[in-house]
């Protein structure tokens, strides 16, 4: 093989190389981020929820707690109504918190803010359970969140039985 023949050869490996990394991108990889967090997360309509589960205490059987943030982003004012749950599962929990504009709402916030959900014994750490969270403007959001025992980083989250819980 002639030394031209080489170079061309060169060259158009290197050409091949530049430009199909040019294509992807040098961040292919992140080019359409998601939320990052423990729970689940969704968007739908004008209503983003980050980090959604439901959070039980082994000591407590048939009690969790729905956990997560929820970010209303139309101009107008929402309401997030609760938590309803499939019979199988348990019994639906209703609240009635304001959703401002770009405002983030967390639950549970110890002392003034949480949704105790009445959950059947089948439900344990570790499963999926069926919800549809509930609003006022907003259509309903149906997601499957993950159980998960009230220890670790869900250490500080208190699960309450429907006795004295402020919502």
């Known amino acids: 093989m002639s030394r031209q023949s080489i170079k061309l050869a060169a060259l158009l490996i290197t050409t091949a190389l530049l430009t199909s990394a040019c294509g992807i ?57 609760g938590v309803e749950l499939y019979p199988a599962d348990g019994t639906s929990s209703r609240t009635n918190e304001p959703l401002n504009n770009q405002v983030a709402v967390q639950f549970p916030v110890p002392g003034t803010r949480s949704l105790p959900l009445q959950l059947t014994t089948d439900v344990k750490a570790g499963t999926l359970i069926n919800v549809l969270l509930d609003f006022k403007t907003n259509s309903a959001i149906p997601m499957k969140l993950l159980v998960e025992n009230n220890d670790g980083i869900y250490s500080d989250i208190i699960v309450h039985s429907t006795e004295g819980i402020i919502n």
């Open 25 to 81: 991108g040098f961040n292919a990889g992140t080019s359409q981020q998601k939320a990052s967090g423990n729970g689940r997360s969704a968007d739908i309509g004008s209503i983003q929820v980050r980090g959604a589960l439901i959070v039980i205490d082994p000591k407590k059987p048939g009690w969790g707690t729905f956990v997560g943030t929820i970010i209303n982003t139309a101009p107008e004012k929402d309401k997030f109504l």
